[in-house]
T-cell receptor, first 116, second 112 residues
Framework: DTGVSQNPRHKITKRGQNVTFRCDPISEHNRLYWYRQTLGQGPEFLTYFQNEAQLEKSRLLSDRFSAERPKGSFSTLEIQRTEQGDSAMYLC??????????????FGSGTRLTVV | GESVGLHLPTLSVQEGDNSIINCAYSNSASDYFIWYKQESGKGPQFIIDIRSNMDKRQGQRVTVLLNKTVKHLSLQIAATQPGDSAVYFCAEKGGSQGNLIFGKGTKLSVKP
């Protein structure tokens, strides 16, 4: 296992187009998180899954954003009708939810989205 | 609103010196804290973590100190090297929360 993998690394899209990003977590991790990071800021939480269940969504996650984790393994984040304000680094992280053990929270390298 | 913040946005140290990066948090219910290092264009890299039932934890060249009384977290890097130059974030997790909350970060620059 080489860690958390995200694809693509970079995405340039025209305003109004839809984009989809993929995240493959560490295989033994049952929790998967999506964060967004803009330049000079810390990552901001968007949503997370435990197995295939989406347990929490931030108010930052507008109706244009949707995330899925259909089989409890990889996850996709889709942004519909992209806006210039969506330009950011989209980070995925995974962890194990197991009281008494280290949580982990390992991040991927992110997908850099530029909306033009 | 943001519940985790850092006292200094930038820190410049001489190679070989020790570095101390500070973080204040406001949620007294937070029970787990992590320090991350982030290099330009990369995702955050886990450095060290600490649970609220501890006040100190040591790793390789790094030490995290937690003071729950004043809700303060610090990261100490011994014998700072040029490769330590990056932005450092602290993050916290509340008891029943699943997600981490990040502060804005401190940029560490190491002078040769």
């Amino acid at each position: 296992d080489t860690g958390v993998s995200q694809n693509p690394r970079h995405k340039i899209t025209k305003r109004g187009q839809n984009v989809t990003f993929r995240c493959d977590p560490i295989s033994e991790h049952n929790r998967l998180y999506w964060y967004r990071q803009t330049l000079g800021q810390g990552p901001e939480f968007l949503t997370y899954f435990q197995n295939e269940a989406q347990l929490e969504k931030s108010r930052l996650l507008s109706d244009r954003f949707s995330a899925e984790r259909p089989k409890g393994s990889f996850s996709t984040l889709e942004i519909q009708r992209t806006e210039q304000g969506d330009s950011a680094m989209y980070l995925c992280a995974s962890s194990s939810w197991d009281r008494g053990s280290r949580d982990g929270y390992t991040f991927g390298s992110g997908t850099r989205l530029t909306v033009v | 609103g943001e519940s985790v913040g850092l006292h200094l946005p930038t820190l410049s140290v001489q190679e070989g010196d020790n570095s101390i990066i500070n973080c204040a948090y406001s949620n007294s219910a937070s029970d787990y804290f992590i320090w991350y290092k982030q290099e330009s264009g990369k995702g955050p890299q886990f450095i060290i973590d600490i649970r609220s039932n501890m006040d100190k934890r040591q790793g390789q060249r790094v030490t995290v100190l937690l003071n729950k009384t004043v809700k303060h977290l610090s990261l100490q890097i011994a014998a700072t090297q040029p490769g330590d130059s990056a932005v450092y974030f602290c993050a916290e997790k509340g008891g029943s929360q699943g997600n981490l909350i990040f502060g804005k970060g401190t940029k560490l620059s190491v002078k040769p």
